[in-house]
């Protein structure tokens, strides 16, 4: 069993930036592949980012390119999304996810809303 608990989401001004952490229990976080996924309002799941177990490879959309890093702390079984330069369209809830023996685990999320 995994859980998963984001937070840092909140509101803020177009420009602004955010730093989300995801904390995951268990003994399986440095094994894993991390991923953030976002859903806004009335849209469907859309796929951020996702990073290796290690840290050292990270892909992103190519809608948050450049603006977003993800990272991980092993040593602290933590997650994070660092966001910058953030717009109106980067509103939703945005949450982490894993997939340990073909299960795939997500948190609540955190709400992220980029409004003037």
């Known amino acids: 069993q995994v859980l998963l608990v984001e937070s840092g989401g909140g509101l803020v001004q177009p420009g602004a930036s955010l730093r989300l952490s995801c904390a995951a229990s268990g003994s399986t976080f440095s094994t894993a592949w991390m991923y953030w996924a976002r859903q806004a309002p009335g849209m469907g799941l859309e796929w951020v980012s996702g990073?290796?177990?290690?840290?050292?490879?990270?892909y992103y959309a190519q809608s948050v390119q450049a603006r977003f890093t993800i990272s991980r702390d092993n040593t602290k079984n933590t997650l994070y999304l660092q966001m910058n330069d953030l717009k109106p369209e980067d509103t939703a809830r945005y949450y982490c996810?894993?997939?340990?023996?073909?299960?795939?685990?997500w948190g609540s999320g955190t709400l992220v809303t980029v409004s003037s």
């Open positions: 990073i290796n177990p290690a840290g050292s490879s990270t």
């Open positions: 996810k894993t997939v340990i023996v073909n299960l795939a685990y």
